[in-house]
């Protein structure tokens, strides 16, 4: 209870309420008033709070296991002062913008994420934020759809298989089919595939992602952007770990009309999943069709600068069921965590951990390639992640780590039936040669061991 | 000393001198010498900045953005309540912060358990089923109710149902989201007691009818005492009920939408339950759903078996995953902690002071204001400044716009948009007897300014760092990035 009524306060506004009780103003007809008793969790005093939640947080050993973990969620550096700053309650207790005059802080500083987005991505303009990676790719298609008409998609199996699973869930409801393009065996999507497909003129985009699930970069070929130039599909570049923009050319660079992207990686705690910060970032000619809110720059009557968010008529509190989407909150928050981060880290902070992540995902490849039984499966170039066949079933693999405390990637039989002896194996700038070591070493025991079946 | 009020703050871009850079990492090789030169991205065009420069940045935006933590906050139909900090202590521990979403379900049990028990909690407040964790917000479930119900018809062929009825007074996002299921929307005009009349959805409703969204109480904060006789005709039509759960502080321990007959519903509990909105998002919006349509869930779902628990993903009829991973974990967290500080007696004492403030408020403001609606609302209430209008031509807005300048965040404008300059005031029960005086006399300061010096009023907020903004250009010339 986090009230502040006395009561003597709760007697005095009844009476100027002019009602005999608080079940008077709260009355509701007899037939639907609640009897039941209620099943809920039991009120404690707040230092009791705290201890049952260390009781929950005691059952997360994984914390504390050495995680080789990514696929779309990433362990990075993020500098103290970046909580110092965002968990300020002026940012944390603010709702949307919309009263201008007192929100000019937040206002500025959803422009400067915008900024930030489009720096990196090499795009026009970005959007105030959406959900996350995945709700953007799908928001993304939803643009492509408006902008062609046509009712089909096509997306690379090597983008990350929730965001498809979030494409194909949003996609049912629009009755919209969406196809997938199988990959080579170097982990890379087929773009003669991807250029064959598109040449009919029937989809409205399709969607790549790189570095791709596997890690591998995987940039459409000379050939594929020019059948998706001709047939006027619109290309979507899915980003799922934006720290490889500091790398890696940008999705501008070979034609993405609108990028997807989550931002968890910049300063954004994995926790289990979200509060991710997801973006959509497009050229100018998508500047109607982006879902979500935008901070302009403007002037107020006095002609001094202000910012404010604006065409807000694309919006669901405008326009309703004609709107671009119907995403009202989205994950400002993050967003701000995110434009801290880069603000901190700037152009030599990046590069620097852009650089270790490729070091260091070097050095976790050889040392798990000289484990006598595993290989790794692609020879096309990565950025922090990457795929290690480890010649039997991943998921026993990956237990048997389990007991040496190690978690040690992804299990792609998962998602992809055809590599279930192969692991997604992840190492960031945090990862250190002890880890790499233990996971070697571990590997090799595990491995040794023969096979149960 | 911060920077004066009057002086612009120049953006982060404009700060950064190259060199100027922290070192929380050791110095990185070339990039070529990891990958092929046509693949490494040639500039990055960041600034480089101090930290202390990017602390004084930032700190300088938070003293131009209001918070609740700076004052009372009374946006209609946003439930700004106090955010408990010791919700972010918890959230902040490494074992939930740092738990990576692939994490095993054996070495992940706590969060597990919390969502689990966050899970089993709503539903018994909320008389549901079940509850998927998995929409990031209230629209994001209103798509994800929305999903389920066309399956659900579909499976049933009865594809012919593709129409969503919505009141006029719902909020945006319900029509939106009808949209993005391929519905069409039947908007239903509120009658003069300003709540939906069963004799008009006994005239929509019908074998064509897929959903109706109703918000209860609405957003007048007056509560459909009908919606009983609402569930049953759209029941026989047979359709399906959504309940908006924007409102729910409303409600608790008072009635439960299972009981008054919906299928399906939301709660956003970064209203009801605390979690801070930090300036528009994150969200979190479970999604409830009635025993039949459990199975239709989002994946993946957290399922108990015996002492454990794990993510369940093999759900053949589910309509899918909603996001990249399980849940806004970090808010049902938060969300479960609130729940822990209430328990059953707390969060029916939560809708009764919410109830009581906004009653109180309504009556002192109904002694300057009109009150359209004039009854006992439930924890919001609407005033209109028509007559201002008419008679100073002070609207709404101007009202907004002046209570900035004595230190409170204006209230919902414009919404609902069936009252004519409509201000849609919600307290929240979190707020003092005081501050609700206080707020009182501001608003009657303002109506009396209104009436003796109104030209005055047009150019507030003076106190501000901006003035009014001019919303035109912004959209006429849209500027929404920095250039070099």
Not at chain 1, 117 to 124: F, R
Not at chain 2, 251 to 274: C, E, Q, S, V, W
Request: charged share 20%.
């Amino acid at each position: 209870m986090y009230a502040p009524h006395t009561p003597r306060d709760v007697e005095q506004m009844l009476e100027a309420v002019g009602a005999a009780s608080l079940d008077d103003l709260l009355r509701v007809p007899d037939a639907i008033a609640l009897k039941a008793k209620l099943d809920v969790v039991p009120a404690l005093p707040e230092y009791l709070i705290q201890r049952r939640f260390s009781q929950f947080a005691e059952k997360n050993a994984g914390v504390a296991y050495r995680s080789f973990l990514g696929a779309g969620a990433y362990r990075h550096y993020a500098p103290p002062a970046i909580a110092a700053l965002a968990m300020r309650g002026e940012f944390l207790t603010a709702y949307t913008p919309y009263q201008a005059e007192v929100s000019q802080g937040y206002l500025q500083a959803i422009y400067e994420w915008q900024t930030y987005i489009c720096l990196l991505t090499g795009m026009e303009l970005a959007n105030a934020s959406v959900y996350d990676g995945a709700t953007a790719l799908a928001e993304a298609a939803i643009m492509a759809l408006g902008a062609t008409g046509r009712q089909r998609v096509l997306v690379s199996s090597a983008v990350h298989p929730n965001y498809r699973g979030v494409l194909r869930t949003y996609c049912d409801g629009l009755d919209v089919v969406v196809d997938e393009i199988p990959f080579t065996n170097d982990g890379t999507t087929d773009w003669a595939a991807v250029a064959a497909a598109v040449a009919g003129g029937e989809y409205a985009a399709v969607a790549v992602q790189s570095p791709n699930f596997f890690g591998n970069v995987d940039t459409p070929s000379q050939q594929a952007r020019e059948a998706i130039a001709q047939s006027s599909t619109v290309p979507i570049g899915v980003v799922a770990e934006a720290l490889s923009l500091a790398a890696l050319a940008p999705p501008s660079s070979w034609g993405a009309q609108i990028v997807a992207g989550e931002a968890q990686s910049f300063g954004v705690a994995q926790a289990y999943g979200g509060p991710y910060a997801g973006f959509i970032a497009s050229t100018q000619e998508h500047l109607r069709r982006i879902p979500g809110r935008l901070a302009g720059k403007t002037v107020d009557h006095a002609g001094r600068t202000a910012y404010v968010l604006t065409l807000q008529a694309r919006e669901q509190h405008i326009r309703r069921e004609r709107a671009t989407s119907n995403i009202c909150t989205n994950q400002a928050h993050c967003a701000l965590i995110a434009t801290i981060y880069l603000a901190l880290m700037g152009k030599t902070g990046l590069r620097d951990a852009a650089a270790l992540n490729l070091a260091r995902s070097r050095e976790l490849a050889s040392a798990v390639a000289n484990v006598p039984g595993v290989r790794l499966k692609h020879t096309a170039p990565f950025f922090n992640e990457f795929v290690a066949d480890v010649g039997r079933p991943a998921g026993e693999v990956l237990s048997a780590l389990q007991r040496h405390e190690i978690l040690g990637g992804v299990d792609l039989g998962r998602f992809y039936p055809e590599l279930s002896t192969c692991v997604l194996v992840t190492a960031t700038e945090l990862t250190t040669t002890g880890d790499i070591d233990a996971l070697a070493r571990a590997l090799t025991e595990v491995l040794h061991v023969p096979a149960a079946v | 000393m911060s920077r004066p009020p009057s002086e612009a703050i120049p953006l982060i871009f404009e700060l950064g001198q190259e060199g100027r850079a922290n070192r929380y990492l050791e110095r990185g090789k070339p990039l070529e010498s990891f990958l092929p030169k046509a693949i490494v991205r040639e500039d990055l065009p960041l600034p480089d900045n101090s930290e202390l420069d990017v602390v004084r940045h930032y700190t300088q935006l938070s003293h131009r953005t209001f918070g609740i933590d700076l004052g009372f906050y009374p946006l209609g139909s946003c439930t700004m309540k106090y955010n408990p900090r010791v919700n972010d202590a918890i959230v902040a521990r490494r074992e939930f912060s740092d738990l990576h979403p692939y994490t095993p379900d054996e070495l992940a049990q706590g969060a597990l358990e919390v969502m689990y028990e966050l899970e089993r909690s709503l539903s018994s407040l909320f008389g549901m089923a079940a509850f998927s964790l998995n929409p990031s917000a209230g629209a994001h479930a209103e798509l994800g109710a929305l999903l389920i119900a066309k399956k659900y018809f579909k499976e049933r062929g009865e594809t012919r149902r593709d129409k969503v009825i919505v009141p006029d007074t719902a909020h945006g996002t319900n029509p939106a989201s009808a949209a993005m299921c391929g519905f069409k929307v039947i908007s239903l005009p509120s009658d003069a007691r300003g709540r939906v009349d069963v004799d008009e959805i006994r005239k929509v409703a019908n074998d064509e009818t897929a959903v109706c969204m109703m918000t209860n109480p609405n957003t007048l904060g007056l509560f459909e005492e009908q919606i009983a006789e609402i569930a049953a005709v759209v029941h026989d039509a047979g359709g399906l009920m959504y309940y908006d759960g924007a409102n729910a502080n409303a409600i608790m321990g008072y009635a439960r939408p299972g009981d008054m007959g919906f299928d399906l519903m939301h709660l956003n509990t970064h209203k009801t339950f605390t979690i801070p909105h930090g300036g528009g998002g994150a969200g979190h919006g479970p999604l409830g759903v009635a025993a039949h349509l459990v199975e239709y869930l989002p994946t993946p779902v957290v399922v108990r078996d015996g002492p454990s628990f794990h993510l369940d993903f093999d759900r053949p009829k589910s309509i899918g995953p909603m996001r990249s991973f399980w849940s806004n974990f970090a808010h049902a967290v938060r969300a479960l902690a609130y729940l822990y500080a209430n328990g059953e007696e707390g969060l029916k004492r939560v809708s009764q002071l919410a109830v009581l403030n906004a009653n109180y408020v309504r009556v002192k403001v109904a002694e300057f204001l009109e009150t359209p609606y004039p009854e006992n609302c439930r924890h919001e209430f609407v005033a209109s400044a028509q007559r201002l209008k008419k008679e100073h031509g002070v609207r709404a807005l101007d009202i907004a716009k002046a209570l900035l300048d004595h230190g409170y965040m204006a209230p919902t404008v414009y919404f609902p948009l069936i009252v004519p300059e409509c201000l849609m005031i919600e307290p929240t029960e979190t707020e003092s007897k005081e501050t609700l005086d206080g707020f009182v006399e501001a608003l009657r300061a303002i109506v009396i300014a209104a009436q003796t010096d109104p030209a005055a009023l047009l150019e507030a907020p003076v106190t501000t760092p901006v003035g009014r903004v001019d919303e035109t250009l912004a959209a006429r010339k849209p500027d929404l990035r920095w250039k070099n």
